[in-house]
């Protein structure tokens, strides 16, 4: 891993520089270069960060995403060790949802209160993130499949909320009309697991502060009676 620290006012430039003069006077930022990693990250402990980069090419969107996450984390935002605590000891996420599925969602859910700033800078919207979500004919099958075998039942839950929630937080303009197309379908397909995660998506979006946590003890809530109604002997 390639330390790039001395590089870093490369990757500022006139949109980025308010948020990063901001978050630099408060953390200490520091930024890596690794070719092993599939795409930009950033580590947060305390008041240190570190921001690690997959090639050398200066990309001004990506760096500015990883700062927002830093600004999440100085707004109180829910960090990772705090939602990992939580699952562990959590029923629902133990037996039913696996808790690498809800730690996408917590990622999905981040991007949904950073996309605000990232767009106030003038960034492109199709700069926010390197994936598009598609809904398959094949993962539409497995959805109505899967809830009729036992085994897979679970299985089928979390690939549901998994595309529910990647759909949801998709903030390409272009992309608005496809993905309001693929909710629609995945809405046909299990209407009221559904409208359970679009309360707790809803919710989210709402909160004034940025205590996850709190959203996720009101998902857990609703989710019970339908739990118990399909999952119950």
């Known amino acids: 891993m390639e330390n790039l620290t001395h590089k870093i006012e490369d990757y500022i430039n006139y949109q980025n520089k308010s948020l ?22 950033v580590e947060i402990k305390g008041k240190k960060a570190k921001i690690v980069c997959d090639n050398l090419e200066i990309n001004y969107a990506s760096f500015t995403h990883e700062l927002l996450h830093i600004k999440l984390d100085q707004l109180g935002m829910t960090n ?59 993962e539409s099958l497995r959805l109505r499949i899967f809830p009729k075998i036992k085994l897979l039942k679970s299985c ?10 990647a759909l949801k937080n998709d903030f390409i303009q272009s992309n608005s009309i496809r993905k309001e197309r693929y909710l629609k379908r995945l809405r046909k397909i299990n209407t009221e697991l559904f409208d359970i995660a679009e309360q707790f998506d809803s919710e989210w979006n709402e909160r004034n502060d ?5 959203s996720l003890e009101i998902f857990t809530e609703n989710l019970k009676p339908y739990l118990s109604e399909k999952y119950g002997r």
């Open 156 to 165: 089928g839950m979390e690939e549901f909320l998994g595309k529910f929630f």
């Open 210 to 214: 940025f205590d996850y946590i709190a």
């Open 20 to 41: 990063w003069e901001e978050l630099y006077s408060e953390y200490d930022i520091e930024l890596f270069h690794d070719p092993t990693e599939f795409s930009w990250l």
């Open 80 to 138: 990772f060790n705090e939602l990992s605590d939580y699952t562990s000891n959590h029923l629902i996420f133990k037996h039913f949802i696996f808790r690498s599925m809800i730690y996408n969602v917590f990622n999905f859910h981040s991007h949904k209160k950073m996309f605000p700033y990232f767009d106030s800078m003038g960034f492109n919207d199709v700069d926010f993130v390197s994936n598009t979500e598609n809904f398959s004919f094949i």
